[in-house]
C-alpha cells in the first residue's frame, strides 16, 4: 500500500494521493473516487446538453459507455501515472493558459461572485453565502491569521492622513504630494472633483448602483485619480475605472490613474511649519510624535 492512500468514502475504492497535504484535504472535504464522483454529480446537476448530445450518438452512462464494464490493465495504469507532464511546467503552456484565460476569455470577465450567486441561487440565498464568506474572511485575516500581527507598520504607510492644505481638504499623503509635486510645480489648474459635484455612477459587486467621485479635474478636461499602481488591479477600481473611461467618451475628457513619488518628511515640515498645512486632530498628535519629537 502506497504511503498517501485513503479508502473512497463510499465505495472502499483506494484512492492515491501524490502528498500528505492532498490526502488530507481530501479527507477533510471527503472527496469521493472518480467513479463515485462522477455518479454524484450526475445525480446533483443533471446531464448537461453536451453530454446529453454525446449520449444520443450511443455513448454515455452505463451499458452505453464503449468502455462499460471493462477496466485498465495495470501497465496502462502505470503508463498515466508516469507519463511525462513538465509540459504542464512549461513557459510556452504557462503563457497560452494564461492567454486563454485572461480578459474577455476569463468566463468570470466582468461579473463578480456576488452577481454569479444571484444567478445561480436568487438574492436571498447570495446575501446569505455573502456575509457567510464576510465572516470567512475575517476570521482568517484576524488576530495571529494577519500577516502583520505584532509588526511595526511598514516604512511609508501613513498615506490616509488627512487634512487641509491651503484651503483644500485633502485625504491621503499621495493627494498631497500630487497637487505639491505635481500640479503646483507644471502651474496646472485643478480643482477638486468633489467640490464640482463630478458623480460617476457605476455598478458594485453587490449589483447595487453607487457613485464614483474622482479626485482632480485639471485643466478643465483631465479628470484624475491618484491611486498606488499595487490597487489597480482591484475589482472595485478596475470597476470604477471602466465607469470613468465611458463617462469621459461622451464629453470630450480623459480620465488618468496616477501614482506619485511619496512626499517627503522635509517638505510635510516645512508646509506644516508656514502653516500651510494643516492635519486633522487624529493625525496632528501622530505628525507631533512621528516628525517632531
Request: charged share 35%; net charge positive.
Amino acid at each position: 500500500m502506497d504511503k498517501f492512500t485513503r479508502a473512497c468514502p463510499n465505495c472502499d475504492k483506494e484512492i492515491k494521493h501524490k502528498s500528505l497535504r492532498s490526502l488530507r484535504e481530501s479527507e477533510r472535504k471527503k472527496c469521493l473516487c472518480r467513479s463515485c464522483g462522477a455518479k454524484s454529480r450526475v445525480e446533483k446537476y443533471g446531464i448537461n446538453k453536451s453530454f446529453a448530445k454525446f449520449a444520443q450518438k450511443g455513448h454515455g452512462l452505463g451499458n452505453k459507455n464503449p468502455f462499460y464494464g471493462k477496466t485498465h490493465s495495470e501497465e496502462t495504469k502505470d503508463k498515466i501515472r508516469n507519463r511525462d507532464k513538465s509540459f504542464f511546467n512549461s513557459k510556452e503552456y504557462k503563457e497560452k493558459q494564461r492567454i486563454n484565460s485572461s480578459g474577455k476569455n476569463n468566463p468570470m470577465y466582468g461579473i463578480s461572485v456576488y452577481q454569479l450567486w444571484v444567478s445561480k441561487h436568487g438574492t436571498e440565498k447570495a446575501d446569505e453565502l455573502m456575509e457567510k464568506f464576510k465572516e470567512k474572511q475575517r476570521i482568517n485575516s484576524s488576530g495571529e491569521n494577519n500577516p502583520m500581527y505584532g509588526k511595526p507598520s511598514p516604512q511609508g504607510s501613513g498615506n490616509g492622513w488627512s487634512g487641509w492644505y491651503k484651503d483644500w481638504y485633502f485625504r491621503s499623503l499621495k493627494e498631497l504630494s500630487y497637487v505639491v509635486n505635481v500640479l503646483e510645480i507644471n502651474k496646472d489648474d485643478w480643482k477638486s472633483a468633489e467640490t464640482l459635484g463630478i458623480k460617476i455612477k457605476y455598478t458594485n459587486w453587490d449589483g447595487k448602483v453607487r457613485n464614483y467621485i474622482p479626485d482632480f479635474l485639471v485643466n478643465s478636461k483631465i479628470l484624475v485619480e491618484v491611486k498606488p499602481k499595487r490597487l489597480n488591479s482591484s475589482i472595485i477600481v478596475r470597476t470604477k475605472k471602466q465607469a470613468a473611461e465611458e463617462f469621459v467618451k461622451g464629453i470630450g475628457w480623459e480620465y488618468i490613474m496616477v501614482d506619485p513619488p511619496s512626499i517627503s518628511k522635509d517638505q510635510i515640515k516645512q508646509l506644516h511649519e508656514s502653516g500651510e498645512l494643516k492635519f486633522i486632530k487624529r493625525y496632528e498628535k501622530l505628525y507631533f510624535e512621528r516628525y517632531i519629537l
